[in-house]
């Protein structure tokens, strides 16, 4: 049974042997009902859907020992078996990074999925991707620094100077400010105000838009905790539209997973092009499940389908991303491809990525650092919960207004408060 799918699996990726320019014979009479190198046909397309399924999945070993004794030779069955998925990859390839794909000695690869895998998913070490970062960084500064010539290098410098000294003056009235007499003669007053009716919610207020940040900020970093799995609300993202709003730029790469980073300074968000097509959905959720049960390091191809799932959530997302070029949509509508990526449930262990972590951790800090998202979030939190009781209170402001009116009338108010019209 094996010895035939092997052969059938052949004669199927010839077809993209033949685009790599590996000839290996033309398409036989009993295939042409099912297959065509435009790959128009629907047969075809479902036949690459059941070709990456996990539980589909043939050894290379034998498709490799196939090809050997077809043509007598090892080297020209290897070439010919890695041209043909080569040109596989690139047309399964939900990433669009694979044009100039390297050689790739297929004798270390498992079956046609791991192939898929190792071709899409970068190599990343996590600890390196999490603290040799600064150093990078560092690095690149002192390059712009040295390179920098000195009409540019010394507005540069004088402008760190005037930061530092106003850091400091900062620094020194928030100190003068935090001191215990001046804290004592500050709080005494504005808690005698603030309980005051109609105080209690300005006083929320101004806590939550001066003083939210300073206590996020004051969390201590426990180091036990980087290695713990990641919680639910650390893979929170806003959606694509609420980013735009909060002045966030998408910018598409040509790059793979790896290329993904966020720009605070500028306010760019970088994610590589991903074009969608019928067999994009079992792409995904295959290549997610074999990651999942075969992968010792972080699931970071996990991980990006999180990260796009998070960021999507109605056609509206899509079309956005379409806009700016990221999302290549060959699907009927926007609201098919934003039902895809929501699709993918997180029904798997959860894991951190370094550099992935940290672009969700910036994005999410820029975010919920602008003013119009602080005030948005005040007033779902503390107006539109209690609306029922701002309409109790409206009710009864009213009626004291319509009781002083009826009294008014009757009497005259302005003899009673010595009111003399001019």
């Not at 065509?36 to 050894?59: C, F, T, W």
């Not at 934003?338 to 699709?343: I, M, Q």
């Not at 007033?379 to 539109?384: G, L, N, P, R, S």
Request: glycine residues 4%.
């Amino acid at each position: 049974m094996m010895a035939i799918d092997a052969s059938f699996l052949l004669e199927f990726l010839q077809i993209y042997g033949l685009e790599e320019g590996k000839t290996l014979s033309r398409v036989s009479s009993r295939m042409s009902h099912l297959v065509d190198y435009a790959g128009r046909k629907s047969a075809h397309n479902s036949i690459l859907r059941d070709i990456v399924m996990l539980e589909n999945q043939i050894p290379l070993f034998i498709l490799l020992k196939v090809l050997e004794i077809q043509y007598s030779s090892l080297e020209l069955a290897h070439d010919l078996l890695a041209s043909m998925l080569k040109g596989l990859t690139k047309e399964l390839s939900p990433l669009k990074a694979t044009d100039n794909l390297p050689k790739i000695d297929i004798s270390n690869r498992a079956h046609v999925l791991d192939f898929l895998h190792y071709m899409v998913v970068p190599m990343v070490d996590e600890e390196q991707s999490e603290t040799n970062e600064p150093e990078d960084h560092k690095e690149d500064q002192g390059h712009k620094t040295s390179d920098s010539q000195f009409p540019s290098y010394l507005p540069n410098e004088l402008w760190n100077l005037v930061s530092k000294i106003k850091k400091g003056l900062i620094r020194n009235i928030k100190a003068l400010l935090l001191s215990r007499p001046v804290r004592v003669l500050l709080t005494l007053p504005w808690k005698v105000v603030s309980n005051l009716p109609g105080f209690s919610m300005l006083k929320q207020l101004i806590e939550y838009l001066f003083f939210s940040q300073d206590k996020e900020e004051e969390k201590p970093e426990n180091g036990s905790c980087l290695n713990k799995p990641p919680l639910a609300e650390e893979i929170a993202i806003p959606s694509v539209v609420d980013l735009c709003k909060s002045g966030v730029r998408f910018i598409p790469t040509n790059g793979n997973i790896s290329s993904i980073k966020f720009d605070p300074d500028t306010s760019t968000f970088h994610l590589p092009t991903v074009a969608l097509d019928i067999n994009t959905k079992v792409v995904l959720r295959n290549l997610v499940a074999y990651e999942t049960s075969n992968a010792s390091g972080p699931l970071v191809f996990t991980r990006y389908t999180e990260l796009m799932n998070g960021i999507i959530d109605t056609k509206e997302d899509v079309k956005l991303l379409s806009e700016n070029g990221i999302i290549v949509n060959h699907l009927k509508s926007d609201e098919e491809a934003a039902e895809l990526w929501n699709g993918m449930n997180k029904s798997i262990r959860l894991t951190k990525v370094g550099f992935l972590d940290k672009v969700i951790e910036d994005v999410n800090k820029y975010h919920n650092c602008r003013w119009n998202v602080k005030a948005r979030k005040f007033f779902e939190q503390y107006v539109y919960a209690s609306w029922q009781f701002l309409t109790l209170l409206a009710a009864i402001m009213l009626l004291i207004l319509l009781a002083f009116q009826a009294f008014c009338s009757v009497y005259s108010c302005s003899r009673l408060l010595r009111i003399h019209n001019s």
